[in-house]
């Protein structure tokens, strides 16, 4: 299964005119750039890699020695709703929202928004339009339920009052969901890993996503990967 076929699954070759120049050339995707840049410069021989940033899709890879296998994109679209809700609802930028979420209480996370999430993983392909209403639905569920609670809603997004109930609370659920989604996508990774025959400790974790320490955190102490 895992043969050269597979391994320039995800490239193009081609012949670059430059100056007058034909040089040979090739094209690959963007998660496979990232993959690249995790395993070899991590100094494993053999490793699961996972790869998330801020669009809808992702890449699950093995790597053995100088060789990386692309097994199946995973669309965990943790990027798309974190960077939405930090972004355009709390008028931060991701980062600033996860040092934000340590102020507040995850009380609006559910499990069933992790379940949601799941089921773009498992689709191919996503609808962009489905990602935006369930980035919008859950912003529309966080404020619902901080009604319900007796919850000032008013401050919501004003950076002159970021620590404020409704935005603390905010930021720790959705840190919460970004958390809880990860720690299930890598234990799949690992799970397809170990069915191939392929099982390793190692991961190599790339893209934007993984500037999250929290989650990277999680990764070590509660995955199989060690």
Not at 2 to 8: A, F, G, I, K, P
Not at 177 to 196: D, S
């Amino acid at each position: 299964f895992l043969n050269d076929n597979v391994r320039h699954s995800y490239h193009h070759n081609i012949i670059v005119n430059l100056f007058g120049y034909e040089i040979p050339g090739c094209l690959f995707t963007h998660h496979m750039a990232h993959a690249a840049a995790a395993y070899y410069l991590s100094g494993k021989k053999e490793a699961g890699i996972i790869t998330l940033d801020g669009g809808i899709d992702g890449l699950y890879c093995y790597a053995k020695e100088n060789k990386i296998y692309p097994l199946t994109p995973n669309h965990l679209i943790v990027g798309s709703f974190y960077g939405k809700i930090s972004e355009a609802d709390l008028n931060i930028d991701p980062g600033k929202m996860m040092g934000l979420a340590p102020y507040g209480e995850p009380i609006l996370y559910k499990d069933r928004q992790v379940t949601e999430v799941m089921n773009f993983a498992g689709s191919c392909p996503v609808k962009y339009q489905k990602v935006i209403e369930f980035n919008n639905k859950l912003l529309d569920d966080y404020v619902n339920q901080s009604c319900e609670l007796g919850i000032d809603i008013n401050t919501l997004g004003n950076k002159t009052q970021i620590l404020s109930t409704i935005n603390v609370n905010i930021a720790a659920s959705t840190q919460k969901l970004a958390e809880n989604t990860i720690i299930q996508g890598v234990q799949n990774l690992y799970k397809v890993l170990k069915n191939m025959s392929k099982q390793t400790d190692n991961l190599c974790a790339a893209g934007g996503v993984f500037l999250n320490c929290p989650s990277n955190t999680r990764i070590l102490k509660e995955t199989n990967f060690k």
